[in-house]
């Protein structure tokens, strides 16, 4: 009894067949996929301070904030395009300009701090950020170099634990599912800057770890049982790890749920996306991911696991 788990989420004996809903899965992935890269092209992606550049100035008014008076303030000392906006409670309030030339930001973000001040009377400066223009373009490229190094190592380690089939049909499922969570970064209107590439590459992480798990059970039975199906083979793998991988899907989101709906401006949209990211990575491992495997190993990782097998028992 001591061993036994407290809660499973499915009976040890489950005996469900993913594999019958394949081509389902994997058309629905791939036109959410291609939807995603329509809507990255229009209207696009809403850049953040990091890669558009810029000035945001965050401030807490005394008063319910009076936008007319901060427009006509600001307009009044040379900055007539301000974005001014609330969030949050209507005593916050964001200012936003665009990135200028990099010598004269820190100026502008004094004049901004200073205009508030004397418009509103005891207002706190929460927050005053500045990124120049050549700044955050070289911020964007390290980002996506980020991502594009991530991916390659990812296809690496599993080339390198797995073969091939698994290699290729992971970093698919991937690149799958790095589109899906551009889709849901430009429905969502939430701001790509680093903390969201800090989040992307958290879900590939997490993804990964989770498609490992089930490629690990498939290579397990691959040279368990040497005469089922491959697609057999494959449900039956997933129904085995299947509670391992609810309960980590479960664990990880509700632990993401409450800075989703407390954390505040700064971290909703980072915890909103690693919610979307663990259940689009849960089900690509399921519905994605494996159908792949089974379309790109049928025949020849059956042959290998004979063969490996084989060789095994000759020594």
Known sequence: MLGRPLLRFVRKDTHINFMRGRYMGLLVSAVLSVASLILFIHPGLTLGLDFKGGIVVEAK?????DFGTLRAALAAHGLPHASIQSFGAPDDVLIRLDAGNNKETQSVVDTVRHTVA????GTTILRADAVGASVSAELFRNGMLA???SLAMILAYIWVRFEWEFAL???VTLILDLTKTVGFLVLTGFEFDLV???AILTILGYSTNDKVV???????????YRTMPLMELINLSI???????LGTSSTVFLAALP??????ATLSGFAWTMLFGIVVGTSSSIFIAAPLLLFMGEGRLKRGAKTKTGAATAS
């Open 169 to 171: 049909s992971a970093v």
């Open 196 to 198: 969201m590439v800090a």
């Open 118 to 121: 004397d418009a509103l009377p």
């Open 61 to 65: 008014t005394p008063t319910p904030a």
């Open 147 to 149: 991502l594009g190094i």
């Open 259 to 264: 800075l989703a709906l407390w954390g505040g």
């Open 214 to 224: 089930v490629y690990d059970r498939v290579r397990e039975n691959l040279r368990k």
């Open 239 to 245: 129904n085995e790890t299947l509670n391992r991988t």
